[in-house]
């Protein structure tokens, strides 16, 4: 059972709704060169963990763990000169997601709390908020630059819930090759919540994986490197990845797994790109010198 950790715990949780799996795969999908390839391949080292299957239906669920990074990535596969290419598929996600709950102490006041380890991987994000739905003309940066030692939780003294009906997020990102960078800003109503956690969704920030996967006698090599022997696909890995993983990125509508304990995500309202010269002020929370 060791082996199929991994895919379960980040498939575990899956929404009920998705209890009714889509029946195993059509027959006859893959093609008869690719029909070599369906199977479980595990690798890694000391300090990782890498997963993946191909499932006969040409979808596939890749699952890494190393140092801070946990990700899982899902999309379709096919036969492509003397491999396959794995092509990931992921639906549009916020780039901050926020978590509002209510804490009756609090009273009128509303605090923000920075989840210091996910932003630390933010190339530069910023933070605004105001009464109405009118964006504020500046963005302030959250930290100060070349920050290298990040705490858990940051806290920005509690504000008047008046003051914060809206918030904003954002961070800077190259859009397309060769074009200037923009900030990219979400923007959140608060409602029905005085205490709000925002984190960094850094897999939404990384580029789609789109790479080639080729067997050598049952050895599959990922990209050149060697990532494990080909295995039969245990059927609770199946469930587990298609519920937990491959439904979720491929099925517009389908959400995401929550992990036990975990409240939904504030919808954001709206995604928009504003210049980088709209950062402007001291960061709300200075590197604390050596």
């Given at each position: ?11 575990r ?9 889509v029946?195993?795969s ?6 008869p060169?690719?029909s070599?390839y369906?199977?479980?391949y ?12 191909l ?8 699952a890494f763990t ?5 990700m899982v990535?899902?999309?379709?596969w096919?036969?492509e000169?003397?491999?396959v ?5 992921r639906?549009e ?7 509002a709950r209510?804490?009756?102490?609090q009273?009128?006041?509303v605090e923000?709390?920075?989840h ?14 105001s009464?109405d739905d009118?964006?504020p003309s500046?963005l302030r940066p ?6 290298s030692?990040?705490?858990e939780?940051y806290?920005l003294?509690p ?6 009906r809206?918030?904003?997020?954002g961070d800077?990102?190259?859009e397309?090759?060769?074009k200037p ?9 608060l ?5 709000v ?7 939404q920030?990384m ?8 067997l050598?006698?049952q050895?599959?090599?990922?990209s050149?490197?060697?990532?494990g022997?080909r ?12 519920s937990?993983?491959i ?8 959400p995401?797994?929550?992990r036990?304990?975990q409240?939904?995500?504030l919808p ?5 790109t ?10 709300f ?5 050596n």
């Amino acid at each position: 059972m060791h082996h199929t950790s991994h895919f379960l715990r980040n498939a575990r949780t899956a929404a009920a709704a998705l209890a009714t799996l889509v029946a195993a795969s059509s027959a006859g999908a893959v093609t008869p060169a690719e029909s070599g390839y369906v199977g479980e391949y595990r690798g890694g080292s000391v300090d990782t963990v890498a997963q993946l299957a191909l499932l006969d239906d040409n979808t596939y669920c890749f699952a890494f763990t190393g140092g801070a990074l946990d990700m899982v990535a899902a999309g379709r596969w096919k036969a492509e000169g003397s491999g396959v290419r794995l092509q990931q598929v992921r639906q549009e996600e916020t780039l901050f997601p926020a978590f509002a709950r209510k804490v009756d102490a609090q009273g009128a006041m509303v605090e923000f709390d920075f989840h210091g380890h996910t932003l630390s991987n933010a190339r530069a994000p910023v933070f605004a908020v105001s009464a109405d739905d009118v964006a504020p003309s500046t963005l302030r940066p959250l930290f100060s630059e070349g920050n290298s030692n990040w705490s858990e939780s940051y806290k920005l003294p509690p504000m008047p819930a008046e003051s914060v009906r809206y918030f904003y997020l954002g961070d800077v990102v190259d859009e397309s090759p060769g074009k200037p960078s923009v900030v990219k800003v979400v923007q959140y109503r608060l409602e029905g919540g005085n205490s709000v956690r925002v984190g960094f969704d850094e897999l939404q920030a990384m580029p789609l994986m789109d790479q080639r996967a080729e067997l050598k006698g049952q050895v599959l090599f990922l990209s050149g490197s060697r990532l494990g022997q080909r295995r039969p696909l245990n059927p609770e890995v199946l469930k587990a990845v298609r519920s937990g993983c491959i439904e979720p990125a491929l099925k517009p509508g389908v959400p995401r797994p929550l992990r036990e304990g975990q409240n939904k995500p504030l919808p954001p309202l709206k995604t928009f790109t504003v210049r980088p010269s709209v950062i402007q002020g001291k960061p709300f929370f200075e590197a604390v010198r050596n």
